[in-house]
């Protein structure tokens, strides 16, 4: 190798490593690192949300820090972010409402679940249509709660720290949507 080549190489791995991203899943390019709340969260993992064969949106996990464990992901004190890059043609705001209302049905009690209504329903007032490219950013802030943002526009949220516990089991609960999701999203994959 000549220095030519041993400098663009290494100029290349400069760019690489500087440009924020820490993998390209499904086509979309997703951050290695973000700051939330004036906190850098990390990438716990990313993966696919797929329903039969088709691919829905890229979900990843970001987290003050790295686990591998669901519980610990849950409970972990501070800013949080499920993002959610839809790769799908559109999915109606429906779509949306009945798999909230499932995954939140499906990870908790029927006890647990009747609390949780009221702010669910909220929830779910803050949603629309998505089509492919849109973004949904699911963010706990310790100071205000369960933030919605669709397409970098803040939609409204939803008070406590119980209730982005609850919409974490969605994805990480005993019964998540998609398991092969939740193993990526805890960096199981």
Same mark, same amino acid.
């Given at each position: ?21 820490? &993998? @390209?899943?499904? *086509?979309?390019?997703?951050?290695? &690192? ?9 990438? %716990? *993992? ?10 829905? /949106?890229?979900?990843?996990? /970001?987290?003050?820090?790295?686990? +591998? ?24 705001? @429906? ?11 499906? %990870?908790? !009690?029927?006890? &647990?679940?009747? !609390?949780?209504?009221? +702010?669910?329903?909220?929830?779910? +007032? ?16 310790? @100071? !205000? *709660? !369960? ?5 970098? &526009? ?7 720290? =119980?209730?982005? =516990? =609850? ?5 990480? *609960? ?16």
């Amino acid at each position: 190798m000549n220095i030519r080549s041993t400098c663009s190489s290494l100029l290349l791995l400069f760019f690489l490593s500087t440009n924020g991203y820490a &993998q @390209e899943v499904a *086509g979309i390019n997703v951050q290695e &690192q973000i700051t939330l709340a004036n906190t850098p969260l990390k990438l %716990n *993992g990313v993966g696919v949300r797929s329903k039969f064969f088709f691919k829905i /949106y890229v979900g990843a996990l /970001y987290l003050p820090q790295k686990t +591998k464990d669901a519980d610990m992901a849950i409970n972990m004190d501070g800013p949080k972010r499920i993002l959610m890059h839809f790769l799908y043609k559109e999915v109606e705001k @429906e779509k949306l409402v009945e798999g909230w209302n499932d995954g939140f049905k499906n %990870n908790h !009690t029927r006890d &647990q679940f009747e !609390t949780l209504k009221t +702010k669910l329903e909220a929830f779910n +007032k803050l949603f629309v249509t998505v089509k492919r490219g849109d973004r949904i950013e699911l963010d706990y802030l310790p @100071e !205000t *709660g !369960t933030r919605v943002s669709i397409n970098d &526009q803040i939609k409204g949220s939803i008070s406590g720290e =119980a209730f982005y =516990a =609850a919409l974490l089991r969605v994805w990480l *609960g005993e019964e998540p949507a998609d398991s092969d999701l939740k193993d990526a999203m805890l960096g199981n994959e």
